[in-house]
């Protein structure tokens, strides 16, 4: 996550689609079964890039749905989905209808072979999903979607973009960016700046073993910010990178707070620094970690400059002057604390890595968070393994040389 400098501590109609072939004679024998194969077939169509097959597996009839599930279909091949699938549970009556079934399914998707592993020994490692409610009734002597739902147990990261806005793309060498429709202004601004804090999160990614195949980062109007992922309450927040499972992340970007080219650059490539140290953690989150895991991605986000050169330097002075820190493991501000707390806890943060890479150099700093971050490491055992002396020490001589920086 980003926060502002200074900022609180808590931080169209649709054509008919085109009708599927009907199931052969030798098809699934009950109803149930021939309503799986229905989605079966669609998310096989999806995968292979055939949009009437997609379209054929949902009530032509229903001109909001049928509008629904074709912008999902250019959405999830516009950010390049590799796989798709749908976990059904069970076919329940629907009143009314005694033909049709109402079944809460969990759609699997994934962007990339990395996303999916062959194997998972977590639930954290497996692949992500939403959650629907779809009911299918018979039409023409085939099952099709007539109605989608939310579930009652959707999943925590819904509404995702993809299936909630209708979504334009903008695809580079690295990144593919995506914003909704009428707000495409902002890809031609932001794709360039993203496609060189790549090159920035590239370098990293390769220092701490998790390169990326590529990023997807997504613009955030008011709205969408307000929405997306189940939204971001901190109005303080400017960016964020959202682990969707151990090894997918996606970002968002708040464009009402990219002002200034500096601070889109920075908090694109912080947002960035924040999947390249954070893919393969065996955990969502860890929150007595979060000034490494902040100070890491400040200190990519600031790249080639330091953090004695980043917006944050007065607030990590105020800091001083009011009570020096005597730990680089800062504490973490209330909701009480004074407006500046957060940005010197960034700042501190960010001073800290800076200490580490100049008195232990780079590959050590990021053999420290790897091990950290994604192996969840004790600080000492990490310290000993990384730079050979107790985490007492590292911090003893850190401190000290904050302190001079500060000054």
């Not at 091949?77 to 749908?86: D, Q």
């Not at 809460?104 to 062959?118: E, I, L, S, T």
């Not at 501190?348 to 580490?356: F, G, I, V």
Request: charged share 20%; hydrophobic share 40%.
């Amino acid at each position: 996550m980003v926060l502002k400098p200074e900022s609180a501590p808590e931080g169209a109609a649709a054509a008919a689609a085109s009708a599927a072939p009907a199931p052969s004679s030798a098809g699934p024998a009950t109803p149930y079964d021939q309503a799986v194969a229905v989605l079966k077939a669609q998310a096989d169509a999806l995968i292979s890039g055939d949009e009437a097959g997609w379209m054929g597996a949902v009530d032509a009839s229903k001109a909001a749905l049928v509008t629904k599930y074709r912008m999902i279909f250019r959405n999830l091949r516009g950010l390049g989905i590799s796989r798709f699938s749908y976990q059904p549970g069970l076919g329940k009556p629907v009143k009314g209808d005694a033909a049709a079934m109402a079944i809460r399914v969990d759609a699997v998707y994934c962007f990339g072979d990395d996303m999916c592993p062959a194997s998972a020994a977590t639930e954290w490692a497996k692949p992500p999903h939403i959650s629907q409610s779809l009911t299918l009734r018979a039409v023409g002597g085939r099952y099709v979607i007539s109605a989608l739902g939310e579930s009652a147990d959707a999943d925590f990261h819904q509404p995702t973009p993809w299936e909630s806005t209708d979504l334009v793309f903008a695809r580079g060498k690295r990144v593919v960016l995506a914003v909704a429709k009428g707000q495409e202004k902002y890809l031609a601004r932001v794709l360039p700046v993203a496609e060189q804090a790549a090159v920035v999160a590239d370098r990293y990614g390769i220092l701490n073993g998790t390169p990326q195949r590529d990023y997807r980062i997504f613009l955030a109007g008011e709205k969408q910010w307000k929405s997306w992922y189940g939204g971001e309450n901190d109005e303080w927040a400017i960016g964020l990178a959202l682990p969707l499972n151990r090894r997918g992340i996606d970002v968002i970007v708040r464009m009402a707070e990219m002002d200034t080219p500096v601070t889109l650059r920075t908090t694109v490539q912080h947002e960035l620094g924040h999947v390249v140290t954070l893919t393969g953690a065996y955990q969502m989150d860890a929150a007595e970690d979060t000034w490494l895991s902040e100070g890491i991605a400040e200190y990519i986000g600031w790249q080639p400059k330091g953090a004695a050169q980043s917006f944050r330097k007065y607030s990590v002075r105020w800091q001083f002057d009011r009570a020096a820190p005597k730990s680089i493991v800062p504490v973490r501000p209330g909701p009480k604390a004074p407006a500046r707390a957060g940005d010197a806890f960034y700042g501190l943060s960010h001073w800290a890595a800076d200490c580490m890479a100049k008195k232990y150099g780079e590959p050590k700093l990021f053999t420290f968070v790897r091990l950290v971050l994604t192996e969840d490491n004790s600080y000492d055992q990490a310290s000993r393994d990384a730079y050979g002396v107790p985490f007492a020490t590292v911090d003893k001589t850190c401190v000290s040389w904050i302190r001079q920086q500060a000054s």
